[in-house]
C-alpha cells in the first residue's frame, strides 16, 4: 500500500513539474522560420541558456497542456527587449508596461518562441501561470521600493553630511550610490516598464557606465588618500576613464558586443584597482578595513554578472536580486565608514594642530632676546630704550612729544612681543643684548 501511494504520490509531483517544462533548440544558422522550427527535436531546458557570445538564434517550446490558466513566458535580463512568439501559426503580443520582455498565452497548443541573441548568449526565463507570476511580480516590486528608497535615503543622508562637514567624501559617496542604484534600476528593468525606447537605454548605460566609473575615482582617492600613499593611480585612472568614455560612444554609434564588453572590462578593472589599493593599505587605519570588506560584496557579484555572463562563464548564479542585497550591506557598512573616517581625521587634524602650535611656542620660546627685540617697531624700539634707561611714562611721553595713554599702548605691545610682565625685565634684556 505504501509503495503504490508513493507511485501516485510521484506521477502527481511529476505532472505538476512538467506543467513549466520549457524545451529550446539553437538555431546556429539563423535561417530558420516558425515552419522550418515544427520539424526539430528540442531539448529540455534544464537551467538558463548561457553559452559564450555567438550570433545565433534560440527557439523556445511550451508545449500544448490541458488547463485552463494562462501562463506567462518572461524573459529576465533587461537587454531582451524583442522576441517572436508563435501559436497555431498565429503571433502573439507582447504584455506592456511589463520590466521584462513576457508574453500570455493559454496551452491549448504549443507555443513557441524565438529570440535573437544580441549582446550575449545570455537568456535567463521564467514560465509559470499568470496568477503565480503575478504575486511573484508584486513580492519583488515590494522588495524594490523598500531597497530604492532606503537607497534614496543613504544618498539624502550623505549629501546633508556633505553640507554640515563640507567633507568632499560625502558628496563623492553619495553620487557613487546614485549610480550604483541608477545601474540597479536599468537592470531591474524600470526603463522597459516606463516604455523608454532602446537608443534612449542605450545613452543611458552608457552615461550611467561613465559618471560610475568618475565617482569610484573620486571616492576611493579622497577616501583612501590616494594622492599621498599612490600618486600614479591618477593617471592610470584617468586613462581607463578616458579609454571608457570613446568605447561608450563606440557601443552607442554601434551597438557591438565587444564595444559594450570592454566598457564592462574598463569599468570594473577601475574598481578592482580601487578595492586592490585598500588591501594595501589595509592596515593603515579601522575604516579602510572596512572599505576592503565592504566593497568586496558588490564587486565580484557585479563582475559575474557584467562580465563573465558576457563570455558564457558564471561562478555563481548572480541575479538583480542577489546584487541589490550586496549593494544593501555595502550603503550601510560604507556610509558608517564615511562618517567614522570622518571624525578620525578630524582628531587627528586636531592633534596635528595642537603639535604645530606646541612647536611654534617652544620656537618662540627658544628666540634669544635680540631677535625678539627686531620684531619691534622703530617707536617701539625708542620706548624699549628709554624704558632701559629707568625713564617714567610721562618722562618718555615729554621727550617723545606724545601722550601718556600712547605710551601706555606702547608699552604693552612691547611685553607682548618680547613676552614679559615689567620694567625690570625690559633693562635685563637690554642689559644682555647690550653685552
Excluded at 144 to 165: E, K, M
Excluded at 217 to 229: E, G, P, S, T
Excluded at 399 to 410: A, D, P, Q
Aim: charged fraction near 20%; include cysteine; hydrophobic fraction near 45%.
Amino acid at each position: 500500500m505504501k509503495f503504490k501511494m508513493l507511485l501516485i504520490s510521484l506521477f502527481f509531483t511529476g505532472s505538476i513539474l512538467s506543467q513549466s517544462d520549457v524545451f529550446y533548440f539553437k538555431d546556429a544558422s539563423n535561417d530558420l522560420t516558425y515552419e522550418d522550427i515544427l520539424e526539430k527535436n528540442f531539448t529540455l531546458l534544464t537551467s538558463q541558456v548561457l553559452e559564450k557570445y555567438a550570433d545565433q538564434t534560440y527557439w523556445f517550446k511550451v508545449p500544448s497542456h490541458d488547463t485552463d490558466s494562462k501562463y506567462i513566458f518572461k524573459i529576465i535580463y533587461d537587454r531582451i527587449n524583442q522576441a517572436e512568439v508563435y501559436q497555431n501559426f498565429k503571433r502573439i503580443d507582447k504584455l506592456p508596461n511589463e520590466r521584462y520582455l513576457s508574453y500570455s498565452f493559454l496551452r491549448n497548443h504549443d507555443t513557441y518562441i524565438k529570440v535573437k541573441s544580441r549582446f550575449n548568449a545570455y537568456i535567463p526565463i521564467e514560465f509559470d501561470t499568470e496568477e503565480i507570476l503575478t504575486s511573484r511580480d508584486k513580492e519583488q516590486l515590494i522588495f524594490n521600493g523598500f531597497y530604492y528608497g532606503f537607497a534614496l535615503l543613504i544618498i539624502i543622508y550623505n549629501l546633508c553630511y556633505y553640507f554640515v562637514f563640507k567633507d568632499d567624501t560625502f558628496f563623492h559617496y553619495s553620487m557613487l550610490l546614485f549610480n550604483i542604484t541608477l545601474a540597479v534600476f536599468t537592470m531591474d528593468g524600470m526603463l522597459n516598464f516606463f516604455n523608454i525606447n532602446e537608443s534612449a537605454i542605450t545613452m543611458v548605460i552608457v552615461l550611467n557606465y561613465i559618471f560610475l566609473a568618475f565617482f569610484s575615482y573620486k571616492f576611493a582617492y579622497n577616501y583612501l588618500l590616494l594622492d599621498i600613499h599612490y600618486p600614479k593611480i591618477k593617471t592610470i585612472s584617468y586613462a581607463l576613464i578616458f579609454s571608457l568614455i570613446i568605447f561608450g560612444i563606440l557601443f552607442i554609434v554601434d551597438e557591438n558586443f565587444y564595444y559594450i564588453l570592454t566598457v564592462n572590462i574598463l569599468l570594473f578593472s577601475l574598481l578592482f584597482i580601487f578595492w586592490f589599493s585598500s588591501i594595501l593599505l589595509f592596515h593603515k587605519n579601522v575604516y579602510t578595513k572596512i572599505l576592503t570588506f565592504a566593497y568586496v560584496i558588490f564587486l565580484f557579484s557585479a563582475i559575474d554578472f557584467y562580465i563573465l555572463k558576457f563570455l558564457g562563464i558564471s561562478f555563481i548564479d548572480i541575479n538583480s536580486t542577489n546584487i541589490k542585497i550586496g549593494a544593501f550591506l555595502e550603503m550601510i557598512i560604507l556610509s558608517v565608514a564615511v562618517l567614522y573616517r570622518m571624525n578620525t581625521l578630524k582628531e587627528e587634524n586636531i592633534y596635528m594642530r595642537n603639535e604645530i602650535i606646541r612647536f611654534s611656542t617652544e620656537t618662540i620660546s627658544r628666540t634669544s632676546p635680540r631677535d625678539k627685540i627686531e620684531t619691534l617697531s622703530s617707536r617701539e624700539r625708542e620706548i624699549f630704550n628709554l624704558l632701559a634707561l629707568l625713564k617714567t611714562n610721562k618722562e618718555i611721553a615729554n621727550e617723545l612729544n606724545v601722550s601718556i595713554n600712547t605710551v601706555k599702548f606702547h608699552i604693552k605691545n612691547i611685553y607682548e612681543k618680547l613676552e614679559i610682565k615689567s620694567r625690570k625685565e625690559v633693562y635685563t634684556i637690554a642689559e644682555n643684548t647690550t653685552k
